[in-house]
């Protein structure tokens, strides 16, 4: 399996390598290193870019792409409707520009358009990273924050709680990243089920063998 990442820094990155690599049950070859952007709306406006060129340039099969929700709405179930597009969904964004882009393109390389897998980390990565360690960090936990008002952490927080600070070093942020995310080495139920919506996403995408776009 060839697979190419994107992401929104070189620890994501590094994470979700090995996270991928747990719901896949096998190592998998990197297809194209380095597809990066700086956050949220970049991600989205490189995208289309990015998939053109794993189309006609690599021989990826997939992509993998993940981005932090931030205090967009999270995608759930009832986004999972045909035809339902949530305008402010970071999902159905990413999920639209997949069906955008890919629809004309010819075939290439031997296969008909590059597999779709989109993440959501709610509403940073470093929940995830919290996964199993603090039970207080969930998506429910958010999710009732947001219709409160009262959101139960910040980013912020959830970064001191990970790194000890907010502004970790890059080689100090991988390699927390990777500690944390090996906790759940050959089984991520555990985030699935405290993830349902945003990690759920990326696994069932990376278990079918071809999600609609
Ligand atoms: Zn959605």
Redesign the pocket.
């Known amino acids: 399996m060839k697979l190419a990442i994107l992401s929104e820094s070189p620890a994501d990155e590094a994470a979700l390598r090995v996270l991928v690599e747990y719901v896949l049950g096998s190592p998998f070859d990197l297809a194209a290193p380095a597809l990066r952007a700086r956050g949220w709306p970049s991600v989205e406006q490189v995208l289309p870019f990015v998939l053109r060129h794993l189309h006609f340039q690599t021989d990826a099969e997939r992509l993998v792409v993940v981005v932090d929700s931030d205090d967009s709405p999270v995608?759930?179930g009832e986004?999972e409707a045909p035809g339902y597009h949530?305008p402010l969904?970071r999902?159905?964004r990413l999920r639209a520009v997949f069906r955008r882009t890919l629809k004309n393109l010819p075939p290439a390389g031997g296969r008909r358009r590059v597999l779709r897998a989109v993440g959501l980390a709610v509403p940073a990565i470093e929940a995830w990273y919290l996964c199993g360690r603090d039970t207080s960090v969930t998506e429910s936990a958010w999710m009732d924050g947001q219709r409160s008002g009262r959101p139960p952490y910040t980013r912020r927080e959830l970064k001191w709680r990970v790194y000890g600070t907010d502004r970790p070093s890059l080689p100090f942020e991988i390699e927390r990243a990777v500690q944390e995310v090996t906790r759940h080495r050959g089984d991520v139920r555990r985030l699935e089920n405290d993830f349902p919506n945003g990690f759920g996403a990326l696994g069932r995408d990376l278990r079918l063998a071809d999600p609609a776009h």
Request: some cysteine.
């Open positions: 995608h759930t986004h949530h969904c999902i159905c």
